[in-house]
């Protein structure tokens, strides 16, 4: 039998990232598991000829494969090989709105657990100019989910001078637009989002029951009143693989 020869574009990408080799090599067999190229039913290279492909260990091939096992996607048969048994699922559910209305609305079954409260705490840095920072906000960390799924941890800064007109239920009901959509003597006036793709460090990884180095979705979102003051400020980070951005152009 003919040795596996190399293949130096995946060699050259593995080298390049600080993420686990065999995480890398479980996101790339799932995505050719995922695409087709290792159909459903079909025998898998071995482990050695898929070492030698992407210049590792064999055992850094037996990690990734363990973690494709796992998740049902694979089996292994001794004497016979490695076979693929399921695709992965791709449950585009959680949606990124792009419009005000859109972003007030909550998505159906979804529960919001505090994870962090905190007062007296200043803005942090973030992108773009819209306001000024008022003195203090309340800080609060949510994790969202659906069917006991995370999907959105999120850091919601809310400027503490008009906390006492948010019901507190509304913090575990209610989006963090919706939070300051209607406060009395407050206006929107202005109001932003900006959403960068990145991947899950290990706390991101560890809420949102991914690997590190899966990929995710960072969304910036902030308001400001019709003085300039910048009255709410939320950071999420959403699942790359459960979130979807659709923009209507006409």
């Known amino acids: 039998m003919a040795a596996t020869r190399p293949d130096n574009a995946t060699v050259k ?3 390049k990232s600080n993420v686990s080799r065999y995480i890398q ?3 790339l067999f799932r995505q050719r598991i995922e695409s087709g190229e290792w159909d459903v039913g079909s025998k898998i290279p071995t482990v050695k000829e898929l070492a030698d492909q992407c210049g590792v260990a064999t055992m850094t091939i037996r990690q990734s494969l363990d973690i494709l096992e796992k998740e049902g996607l694979i089996e292994r048969f001794r004497a016979k090989g490695t076979f693929v048994i399921e695709r992965p699922k791709r449950d585009l559910w959680c949606e990124v709105k792009t419009d005000w209305t859109g972003l007030l609305i909550a998505r159906d079954n979804a529960t919001i657990e505090i994870l962090g409260d905190e007062t007296g705490v200043l803005l942090p ?3 773009g100019e819209l306001g000024n920072p008022a ?3 309340r800080h609060l960390r ?3 989910s659906r069917d006991g799924q995370a999907f959105l941890l999120a850091d919601v800064y809310v400027d503490e001078r008009i906390c006492e007109h948010i019901p507190e239920e509304n913090y575990t009901r209610v989006t963090a637009m919706r939070l300051v959509a209607d406060i009395p003597g407050q206006t929107v006036a202005n109001a932003n989002q900006i959403v960068t793709i990145g991947s899950a460090d290990l706390e991101t990884a560890s809420q949102l029951n991914i690997s590190i180095g899966d990929p995710i979705a960072r969304v910036q979102r902030v308001v400001a009143n019709q003085n300039g003051d910048i009255i709410m400020l939320a950071n999420g980070i959403y699942r790359g693989d459960m979130m979807k951005i659709e923009v209507k152009l006409r």
Request: cysteine-free; overall charge positive.
């Open 25 to 27: 090599l479980a996101s």
């Open 125 to 127: 840095r973030h992108e």
């Open 13 to 15: 990408a593995l080298q």
């Open 142 to 144: 949510r994790k969202h």
């Open 135 to 137: 003195p203090s906000y």
